[in-house]
Structures are given as structure tokens and as C-alpha cells.
């Protein structure tokens, strides 16, 4: 089971067409339907660092780095909540770890940090953070390893309830 669920993600990972930076490194390091949970754990936090050091590189390039370290993130409105989640393919859970790798919408924003919750096994609320780096209208991605969403008949309790952004000019 283990390996048809390995490799159902390694191709749905490598879509082509559309491909983020985010895909594209998963998919060069998952080659094999063998690949372990702790592997993907391992690749994924491997190719958010490295897209993000793009991204990061990108910023500094263009004179607007220290306005994204410097800043003190706002979580976004509620509107400006959905329209992202509108906008945006729809993160998954694999392995054991939260993957939301999107095009950010905001011209004007980059995203930082999310806020997920999820439930535990008592099926009580849990929530988590994770950190990333989506530039204004570029791509991003938020990892979460050790993301544990509750019994596997209540997986799609996942929300996203929070998304930080630092207006970036």
C-alpha cells in the first residue's frame, strides 16, 4: 500500500504543465515507489528550503528582501482569506505532511506563515504553524512535517484558518 501511495504522489507531483519549483524538486527527489514517509518528510522540507532560497535570492535581486525580514506579518482578512484559497490549487496532506504549494495572488504581499488546524486522535482541535515564503505574485510553499490530521474518516477536517502577509512595495 505504501508504495502505490508513494507513487501516486511522485506523479501527482510532477504535473508538467503548471509545475512549481516546488513539484518540480519533489519529483526529482521521489523517484521510487519505495520512497518511505520519512523520506518524503525529508525531501519536502529539503525542496521547500531550496525554492525558498530561489525566492529569497529573487527578493534580495530586486531591492525588497529586508522589507519581508523586517516586517511585523499581518494575517490577511477574511476576504483577502478566501480569495487566496479561491485562487489557489488546494493544499494535501501526504505522509504525514501538510504541502500547500501555490501561486500567490497579492501584487502587492508576500505570505509568510499559515495556521492549520486539524483534530487529534480524540478527535479534539489541534493547530499548527508553518513558515514559507510566497513572493507578490509568485509561487510559494507551505510545509508542515509531523502534521497529523485525525482519524483516516475525518481527514478533511483540515482548515486553513490563518495566512500572514507582509506588504512588500
Known amino acids: 500500500m505504501r508504495a502505490i501511495l508513494a507513487l501516486a504522489f511522485v506523479l501527482g507531483t ?7 519549483c516546488f513539484r518540480d ?17 525529508k525531501a519536502a522540507r529539503e525542496c521547500r528550503d531550496t525554492c525558498e532560497a530561489q525566492v529569497r535570492a ?8 529586508a522589507q519581508v525580514e523586517g516586517c511585523k506579518a499581518e494575517p490577511l482578512a477574511l476576504a483577502d482569506l478566501k480569495k487566496l484559497r479561491a485562487e489557489t ?12 504549494d501555490f501561486k500567490n495572488p497579492f501584487p502587492d504581499r508576500a505570505l509568510v506563515k499559515l495556521e ?28 508542515i512535517p509531523a502534521f497529523f490530521d485525525g482519524y483516516p474518516a475525518v481527514r478533511f477536517a483540515a482548515k486553513v484558518e490563518k495566512v500572514w502577509a507582509c506588504p512588500v512595495r
Open 89 to 100: 490549487p488546494s493544499y494535501y496532506v501526504q505522509s504525514n505532511t501538510f504541502i500547500w
Open 25 to 41: 524538486c519533489l519529483g526529482e527527489k521521489i523517484t521510487s515507489p519505495q520512497a518511505s514517509d520519512d523520506d518524503i518528510r
Open 58 to 65: 529573487g527578493l534580495e535581486r530586486d531591492g525588497k528582501l
Open 116 to 143: 492549520v488546524t486539524a483534530q487529534n486522535m480524540d478527535l479534539n482541535p489541534v493547530g499548527f504553524t508553518g513558515v514559507g515564503l510566497a513572493p507578490p505574485g509568485g509561487e510559494g510553499v507551505f510545509v
Open 14 to 20: 510532477t504535473s508538467g504543465a503548471g509545475a512549481t
